[in-house]
């Protein structure tokens, strides 16, 4: 991986990064690129985010808070709105 990968590189391997499963070296170039590109940062915060607001709307006895469906547009807006 080059110092600043491109946006392909970082999207393709975001998972591996939020699950830290990276080198340090890997990690440190695509932190570096998050800190840059705000799209991919956008990108990322909507990545991390689908999980916890997928439990959110799975448990039928607690109503997703309104918070929770907040953030789930927010994510799916930003997943769409990605350049390709
Ligand atoms: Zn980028």
Redesign the pocket.
Known sequence: MKLLP??RE??ERLTDYSEGSLTFRERASMGL??L??S??AAFYRGLRALPGVARLLLSPEDPPPAEASRALQDALRRIRSRPR
Do not use: F, I
Request: hydrophobic share 40%; with cysteine.
């Open positions: 491109s946006c970082v999207r690129h998050l840059l590109c799209a991919c």
